[in-house]
């Protein structure tokens, strides 16, 4: 979780964040997404067709992350990058998929502090259903049924981690 709270009147269906009330006021802090889109996506099938009939499930590696920056003009662009490799017992690689899928966002109303972890945590998880889609119907085309689904990711676990990482990373100043 986070220090952030929506809007009470946000939608529970996962629609853009509105920054206003019905009277037009500002209702409080929140966010909008103005534009997503696939900055980079990737799909290698290598040993095709034979890695289409391999017996059992493929061992899979995923790889997630996230990067977020502020420009000029005061919006916010935030990438979620997902890695899905598949590899079989004795077969080698079976698929590769590579996804960088972006957000535009209007952040208003949030407290400084406040701001990366909206940008790391919440902004991702508005994108991720879209870029699990891509993911799924790109290994669909590569001839995988059922194509492959990416479990759930806990945005606010990555954020911590994260934190903690850096908490006890090389801080050491020789101070007692």
Not at 3 to 27: I, R, S, V
Not at 61 to 79: K, Y
Not at 126 to 135: D, G, K, S, T, V
């Amino acid at each position: 979780m986070t220090d952030a709270t929506a809007p009470n009147d946000t939608p529970a269906n996962g629609e853009d964040q509105t920054l206003t009330n019905e009277q037009g006021q500002p209702a409080g802090p929140g966010f909008r997404i103005l534009a997503q889109y696939v900055r980079d996506l990737s799909f290698e099938n290598p040993r095709a067709p034979e890695s289409l009939r391999i017996e059992g499930k493929p061992a899979i590696d995923m790889g997630v992350e996230l990067n977020a920056s502020g420009r000029p003009d005061g919006l916010f662009e935030v990438d979620l990058k997902l890695s899905v490799k598949a590899s079989g017992e004795n077969n080698g690689p079976v698929f590769h998929v590579e996804l960088v899928y972006g957000g535009l966002f209007a952040i208003q109303g949030v407290q400084p502090q406040d701001i990366e972890p909206m940008l790391l945590i919440e902004c991702p998880r508005y994108l991720f259903p879209f870029a699990r889609q891509i993911i799924a119907q790109a290994t669909a085309d590569g001839g995988f049924y059922p194509p492959f689904m990416v479990d759930p990711i806990d945005f606010a676990a990555i954020y911590v981690a994260r934190q903690q990482q850096i908490a006890s990373g090389p801080a050491d100043t020789g101070q007692a």
